[in-house]
């Protein structure tokens, strides 16, 4: 074959290759979508019990195909547990980082919470039934380490709190610190995004149960009745 005739087969060739890598090369959309769907299964089956092939018949594809895109579950799970923490740490670190007093600290960070629940539910409730088991592996160890700053950034605007006399004496913070945790994250277990109530709305209603009750103050008792009679059109 003529050295002319070799390089442009050869050259037709490496384009045929490279033209069948392009059509398996998965794109961002696709990979985000993969990544949802897993992420919902994942959720409601749990890690241990979810397979490949369950979560490409979900995807409505064949479980090989899925492979040219992840190369287990774990590549998955790491990925959706990962890219949920971030936004979280990102959000967090606004918060820390933006001098405000104990309770506006403690109220922004119980709204970002909520947000990310709007934005990764699955991952929350990933994150909730798994991380004790996936963290004891070493590729899932940043589990563990985030568990710990998070810890400390909530204990840390509660003794802040609590210092500058805004927060009660005798407040537990350890216990404060669970209650606040538990009572943000559960709701991943029922909330749906587009619901009734915007993620602000369900924080501001959260933070006014756990900073003021749920029974009203004499005061403001007083100034709700005299509200409601205005309203009506009464002296």
């Known amino acids: 074959m003529p050295n002319s005739t070799r390089t442009r087969a050869s050259t037709g060739n490496s384009a045929k290759k490279s033209e ?10 696709r990979r985000r979508e993969l990544l949802s769907t897993a992420a919902e299964v994942f959720a409601a ?41 971030d936004e979280l740490w990102a959000g967090y670190e606004a918060v820390l980082g933006a001098g405000l007093g104990p309770r506006e600290t403690v109220e922004a960070l119980v709204t970002e ?22 963290s ?27 210092a500058e006399g805004v927060f009660r004496a005798d407040l537990d913070i350890r216990l404060a610190y669970r209650f606040l945790r538990d009572t943000v994250w559960v709701a ?30 004499e005061g403001q008792e007083r100034q709700e009745q005299r509200e409601r009679q205005e309203r009506r059109g009464r002296p």
Do not use: C
Not at 20 to 29: A, D, G, H, L
Not at 137 to 157: D, I, K, N, V
Not at 191 to 206: K, L, N, T
């Open 45 to 85: 089956q749990g890690y241990n019990a979810t397979t490949v092939r369950r979560i490409a018949d979900e995807a409505g594809m064949l479980a090989g195909s899925l492979y040219y895109h992840f190369d287990s579950k774990e590549s998955m799970v790491d990925e959706i547990l990962s890219t949920f923490l």
């Open 20 to 29: 069948k890598k392009t059509t398996v090369s998965p794109s961002p959309e």
């Open 188 to 217: 991943a277990s029922w909330y749906r995004p587009g619901g009734q109530h915007s993620p602000e709305e369900i924080a501001r209603q959260y933070l006014s149960m756990v900073l003021d009750g749920i029974t009203p103050r």
């Open 113 to 134: 919470s909520f947000r990310e629940i709007d934005r990764h539910r699955a991952a929350v409730a990933i994150y909730q039934k798994e991380s004790k088991h996936l």
């Open 136 to 162: 004891a592996q070493p590729r899932f160890g940043y589990l563990a380490e985030s568990q710990r700053r998070f810890e400390r950034a909530w204990l840390g605007a509660l003794e802040r709190g609590v």
